[in-house]
C-alpha cells in the first residue's frame, strides 16, 4: 500500500470521526439535558465520497421530536462544513431504554428526571397484562423510594408522571420500551 | 419572557424545525428500502396497509376530540398521548400503503401514482376509508372512550404482535414498534375499566352501558375480508379470526377484575373493510379534511 492511500484512508476516517462527534453532540429537543447519541437514538454516521450519512432511529412512532432531530443535525453538519447530509430513519431493530447510555442516565437524574429501568423481557406468548406497578421508582430530588405514579402518559409519550410522598415534590420517569 | 417572545425563541433559530406549531413534516419513511418483497403483491400489501392505518387514523382523531374535554389534567395528556403514537403508526402504514400502490405498473406511471400519507389521509372521501366502525363510532362519556380503548387496543395488540413477522420488513418493522407502544395503552385502558367498572354505583353504571354500546361493534374486528385472507396466505399479514381467542382471554380477565359482565361473542362480519360506514365517518372526515381540502399544500 502506497503512502498516499494510507493518507486517504486516514483521512476519510478523520472526517467520519469528526462528522460523529458533531452528529453525536446533538441535543435532544425534549430531553435537552441528554444528547442523541446517549439517547440511543443515533445509530450510525458515515462518511463517503464527501457525503455524510446519518441514520436515526424514533423513540415513538409518533415522536415530533424526529423531525426536529433531523434538522439539527442537517444544520449542525453544515455548520461544521460538511456539504452533503443525508439523515436517515431506521425502524429496525427499534428503540429501547436499554439503549440509554450510562452518561445520559445520570444526566437525566441531574435534571430531575427518573431515568428507566431495565426494559420487560417478554416471556412467550401473548403481551401479558401489567395492571400493578411495575417497579419502585425513585424520586430524583431526594431518592425516597415511597413515590406514587400519577399517570402512565406525562408531558410526551416517553415519560410517565409520579409523585414523591416523601419531599412532596412531582417528577417525570422515563419509562421502560 | 412572554408569550410572543417564546414563541419567537423556537422559530427564530432554525426556519424548518415547525415541527412544534405547523407543518413541515418529512415523509416518516425517508431513507427506507420501499420497495415490494417477491411474492407480495403491491396493491394487496397497500390495501392491508390502507385497512391498518385507517384504523389508528380514525381512532386517533376519536381521542385527540377528548382535548379540553377530560374529566382531569393528567387523562387529558394521556389521551392525546396515545392519539399522537396511532398518528405515527396511521403516517407510517399510510406512507407504505402509498409506496406499494404504484407497483405492478409502469415506470412512467409508477411516479404519477405514488401518494403520500397526507393526499392518502385528507383526499379520500368515506366510502374509500377500511377502518373498522368500533373506531367511527361518535365519542359518549369517558367510560366509553376507555371501554372503546380497551377493545381496540387488546386488538390491535393481538394483530400487531402477529405482524412483527410479516413477510413485509417495513409492516414488520412498524409493528415491533407498535406493539410496544399499543401495550401501554392497553393495560392504561384496562387499569381505568377496572377503576370505573369496580368504582362506585354511578361509574358502574356508565362502564356497563359503555360496554353494551360497543360490545356489538367487536363482530368486524374478527370477520376476514378477502384482503386480509390474501395478506395472511401470502405471509405479511394476519387473518383476524386467528387473534379471537387472544381478544376474549384479556378482555374477558379485564371484565371480571372490573366486577363486569363478559358479553357473548358477536358474529364476525366484514363492514368498514369493504367501505361500509356508518355516518359518522363522514362527519369526522369533514372536520379533519376541511382545512386540508379548502387550502391544498398550505403550510403555517
Ligand atoms: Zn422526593
Known amino acids: 500500500m502506497s503512502g498516499g492511500t494510507s493518507r486517504g484512508a486516514e483521512g476519510a476516517r478523520g472526517e467520519e470521526a469528526r462528522a460523529r462527534a458533531v ?86 437524574a441531574e435534571a430531575g428526571v427518573s431515568p428507566p429501568g431495565p426494559a420487560p423481557r417478554r416471556p412467550a406468548g401473548p403481551v401479558p397484562l401489567t395492571l400493578g406497578p411495575v417497579r419502585r421508582i425513585r424520586c430524583p430530588h431526594c431518592g425516597s423510594a415511597d ?3 400519577l399517570s402512565r402518559f406525562a408531558a410526551t409519550a416517553c415519560k410517565s ?3 414523591c410522598n416523601g419531599c412532596r415534590e412531582p417528577f417525570e420517569h422515563v419509562k421502560e420500551i | 419572557m412572554s408569550f410572543d417572545n417564546a414563541l419567537g425563541a423556537i422559530a427564530e433559530d432554525n426556519d424548518e424545525a415547525r415541527w412544534a406549531f405547523g407543518t413541515g413534516f418529512h415523509d416518516p419513511l425517508a431513507g427506507i428500502d420501499a420497495s415490494v418483497p417477491d411474492g407480495v403483491d403491491g ?16 381512532m386517533s382523531h376519536r381521542l385527540q376530540e377528548w382535548c379540553t374535554h377530560a374529566p382531569e389534567l393528567e387523562e387529558e395528556v394521556a389521551l392525546a398521548n396515545i392519539a399522537l403514537d396511532l398518528l405515527g403508526q396511521a403516517r407510517l402504514l399510510l406512507a407504505r400503503a402509498g409506496a406499494a400502490m404504484g407497483t405492478g405498473q409502469d415506470e412512467t406511471a409508477l411516479t404519477e401514482t405514488v401518494l403520500t400519507e397526507d393526499a392518502l389521509a385528507f383526499f379520500r372521501d368515506a366510502p374509500e376509508f377500511r377502518n373498522v366502525r368500533l373506531v367511527e363510532e361518535p365519542n359518549g362519556d369517558f367510560a366509553h372512550a376507555i371501554v372503546r380503548l380497551l377493545l381496540f387496543s387488546t386488538w390491535r395488540l393481538a394483530l400487531l404482535d402477529r405482524l412483527t413477522s410479516s413477510a413485509d420488513p417495513v409492516l414488520a418493522a412498524v409493528a415491533a414498534k407498535g406493539v410496544k ?5 392497553r393495560d392504561h385502558a384496562a387499569l381505568w375499566t377496572i377503576r370505573l367498572g369496580d368504582g362506585t354505583e354511578e361509574s358502574h353504571r ?95
Do not use: K, N
Not at chain 2, 208 to 217: E, Y
Open chain 1, 23 to 108: 452528529a453525536a453532540a446533538v441535543v435532544d429537543p425534549e430531553l435537552p439535558m441528554i444528547t442523541l447519541d446517549e439517547l440511543g437514538v443515533l445509530r450510525e454516521v458515515r462518511v463517503e465520497d464527501g457525503r455524510v450519512e446519518v441514520s436515526i432511529t424514533p423513540t415513538y412512532t409518533g415522536c415530533p421530536a424526529l423531525d426536529a432531530m433531523r434538522d439539527d443535525l442537517r444544520a449542525r453538519l453544515t455548520g461544521a462544513g460538511f456539504a452533503d447530509v443525508r439523515v436517515r430513519t431506521v425502524l429496525d431493530p427499534p428503540w429501547t431504554t436499554d439503549w440509554i447510555s450510562e452518561s445520559g442516565r445520570r444526566s437525566l
Open chain 1, 147 to 149: 413515590t406514587t405514579e
Open chain 1, 161 to 163: 408522571l409520579h409523585r
Open chain 2, 43 to 58: 396493491a394487496d400489501l397497500a390495501a392491508y396497509c390502507l385497512m391498518l392505518g385507517d384504523d389508528a387514523l380514525v
Open chain 2, 181 to 185: 407502544e399499543v401495550a401501554y395503552h
Open chain 2, 206 to 300: 356508565r362502564t356497563r352501558r359503555a360496554l353494551d354500546v360497543l360490545w356489538p361493534a367487536t363482530g368486524e374486528l374478527f370477520g376476514v375480508h378477502e384482503v386480509e385472507r390474501r395478506a395472511a396466505a401470502a405471509g405479511f399479514g394476519v387473518d383476524p379470526a386467528d387473534v379471537r381467542a387472544e381478544f376474549d382471554a384479556v378482555v374477558g380477565e379485564v371484565l371480571a377484575a372490573a366486577a363486569l359482565p363478559c358479553p357473548a361473542p358477536v358474529p364476525a362480519e366484514v363492514a368498514g373493510r369493504g367501505g361500509a360506514h356508518s355516518a359518522a365517518l363522514g362527519a369526522l372526515l369533514a372536520d379533519m379534511q376541511g382545512l386540508a381540502r379548502a387550502h391544498p399544500g398550505a403550510t403555517w
